[in-house]
């Protein structure tokens, strides 16, 4: 694992690692957060991507090395037309 000098810039956003089907609810997007990175600096990260974003919590898991791993949903927004003839 590389080390940065800016740790704000070292989480791996990555919404592809897993395809939903195209009638699913929901988007995902999966962050990796690197041991380097403080709690509160993944708490400031995990929360703007809530507010600019809209994505919630789904779940966590940390692992042995201190890496985390976040799973991130929103509600896919279906909009029809209403001016379609």
């Not at 042995?64 to 379609?84: C, H, P």
């Amino acid at each position: 694992m590389r080390k940065h000098s800016n740790p704000t810039a070292a989480h791996v956003v990555d919404p592809r690692r897993r395809r939903e089907p195209a009638t699913s609810r929901f988007e995902w997007r999966v962050v990796d957060i690197p041991s380097a990175i403080t709690r509160s600096e993944a708490r400031s990260i995990l929360t703007e991507q809530a507010e600019y974003g809209r994505w919630e919590l789904a779940r966590s898991q940390k692992f042995i090395g201190g890496a985390r791993r976040v799973w991130l949903r929103r509600k896919v927004m279906r909009v029809q037309r209403s001016d379609a003839l």
